[in-house]
């Protein structure tokens, strides 16, 4: 019988590429989202990429009564992939307790319900962003944290708290926290990808939104940073590399004999690329001259962070298999597929 695992916000932009990539590993997604940041039509290109529907949960997982619904009625829950959070840094300023209550509530659920029903692999979604500016580049996981400059990058950190404390506590816990870098790119079938609400924050949305004429040209923000050509620096990961990554965590997971554990593994390419670097490798691989100025800088940017992924090369024998070109090639073959649909 195939295992379990039950991936909240699985309708999201990694949660979905996760999906793709436990299914192909042999395992049964069993995802949870409740739409607040995506749409049902991705269960619609899960269909398609998969050849079967998805087995799927309309729920809020800071709702415990709706959550543990869903626990008894899978019954034998393998692990679980808690990827359901906001995640807008700018909004989470202005709207800190929005972020507070759903991204340290859902953990809390939970953390309850796997303690309820006896299920004990977590793999947490963390992000770089635990780092801020780090002294020293690339980053290791023994780099130290910093302190976080917007209430999402609090929750994450708080979220490591909690499980670090869960774990040490001494209950039957093995859980990771994967403090992921930049992830961008698509799949290669264009059926899923990332789906951003109304004007995207993120880089690699705005530039393919531009490059498609939804958008009239993209800013960089800042090119008097102390780097190359004065752009900020950043990892930029392939969504599949990233996906595959929550696949080897398992294993990972699996090996260690230990009742309770806790561990934290960044996942990056341990590459870093400036703003213009990938603006002009966009512009190469979709033969499209991108309308872009220079800007002001934006308010909370760390200058650089790339990370050091000697650790998930060898604890999870990770490894990335696609390029940035890969992931820049993907994004845009999704985003003209969007254009196509509207
Ligand atoms: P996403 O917004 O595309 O996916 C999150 C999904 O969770 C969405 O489908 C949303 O509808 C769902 N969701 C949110 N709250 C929920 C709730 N209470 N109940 C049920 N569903 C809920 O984001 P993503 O980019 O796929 O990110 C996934 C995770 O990775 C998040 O925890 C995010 O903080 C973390 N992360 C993302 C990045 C990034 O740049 N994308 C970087 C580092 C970490
Ligand atoms: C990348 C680079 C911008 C848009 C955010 C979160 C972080 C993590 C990943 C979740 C930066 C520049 C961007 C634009 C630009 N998420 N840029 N013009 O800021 O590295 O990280 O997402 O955990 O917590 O903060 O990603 O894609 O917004 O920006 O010049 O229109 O692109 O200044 O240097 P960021 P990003």
Redesign the pocket.
């Known amino acids: 019988m195939k295992s379990k695992i039950l991936v ?9 590429h996760t999906a793709v990539a436990l299914a192909t590993a042999g395992y049964e997604p069993v995802l ?7 749409s049902k039509s ?1 269960l619609e290109g899960l269909k398609q990429i998969l050849q079967a529907e998805p087995t799927f949960y309309e ?5 415990k009564q709706q959550m543990e619904a869903i626990f008894k009625k899978e019954g034998n829950i393998r692990g679980v992939i ?6 807008a840094v700018g909004e989470s300023v202005a709207e800190p307790i929005k972020y507070y209550q ?2 340290l ?2 953990l809390l659920v939970l953390l309850e319900l796997m303690e309820q029903y006896g299920v004990a692999e977590l793999v ?6 635990v780092y801020g500016q780090p002294d020293e580049l690339p980053v290791t996981e023994q780099s130290p944290t910093k302190p976080a400059n917007s209430p ?1 990058g609090r ?2 950190q708080m979220c490591e708290d909690i499980l670090r404390d869960a774990v040490a506590s001494g209950r039957k816990l093995k859980t990771v926290a994967l ?5 961008v790119g698509a799949h290669p079938s264009g059926l899923i990808g ?2 951003p609400n109304g004007v995207p924050n ?1 880089l690699i949305p705005f530039v393919t939104q531009t490059a498609a004429g939804l958008r009239e040209k993209i800013t960089v923000f800042g090119d008097d940073y102390n780097t190359s050509d004065g752009t900020c620096i950043r990892d930029y990961i392939h969504v599949l590399d990233l996906a595959d990554a929550h696949i080897k965590t398992f294993e990972y997971l699996r090996d260690r004999s230990e009742n309770s554990f806790y561990d934290v593994v960044n996942v990056g390419t341990g590459q870093g690329n400036s703003v213009l670097e990938v603006i002009q490798t966009f512009e190469e691989v979709s033969g499209k001259p991108l309308n872009y100025q220079l800007g002001p800088r934006r308010p909370g940017d760390v200058e650089q962070v790339w990370a050091d992924v000697a650790k998930a090369n060898n604890v999870l024998n990770w490894k990335t298999q696609h390029s940035l070109k890969d992931a820049l090639k993907d994004a845009w073959r999704w985003q003209q597929n969007l254009v196509k649909t509207e």
Do not use: M, Q, W
């Open positions: 909240t916000g699985g309708a999201g932009y990694i949660g979905s949870v989202d409740n739409f607040v940041n995506s991705v729920a809020d997982c800071t709702d808690h990827f359901a959070a906001y995640k759903n991204n509530g859902s947490f979604s963390s992000s770089c962003t999402y929750t994450k403090r992921y870098f930049n992830p990332e789906l993120n």
